[in-house]
């Protein structure tokens, strides 16, 4: 039984930072995908940060340079630290992994709120 579970969100300050954590189990994930999502109020869920080992990682537009994805293998741990952030940033963060044969597990969410 593949679970996800983040952890890490909560209430800061615009410019502030913050690092979500997955602990993922139930895989051995180092050949799968793994990545970071979030929705925010009244939008679709979107992409923030993709990993694919031994790939450059992927980031949306607008966390570049802000946002890095980073995963613990022997830890079975994903890692999104998060840095400036904006209200804008303010939404449920997803973590995902994805099989090489395709099937897609996502953790619970985490609440991020950016707001002074």
């Known amino acids: 039984q593949v679970q996800l579970v983040e952890s890490g969100g909560g209430l800061v300050q615009p410019g502030g930072s913050l690092r979500l954590s997955c602990v993922v189990s139930?895989?051995?994930?180092?050949?799968?995908?793994t990545g970071w999502y979030r929705q925010a109020p009244g939008k679709e869920r979107e992409v923030v940060a993709r990993l694919h080992h031994p790939f450059s990682p992927f980031y949306e537009d607008s966390v570049k340079g802000r946002f890095t994805i980073s995963a613990d293998y022997a830890g079975n741990t994903v890692y999104l630290e998060m840095s400036d952030l904006k209200p804008a940033d303010t939404a449920v963060y997803y973590c995902?992994?994805?099989?090489?044969?395709?099937?897609?597990?996502w953790g619970q969410g985490t609440q991020v709120t950016v707001a002074s």
């Open positions: 139930g895989v051995v994930f180092s050949s799968f995908a």
């Open positions: 995902t992994t994805q099989s090489p044969t395709g099937t897609i597990y």
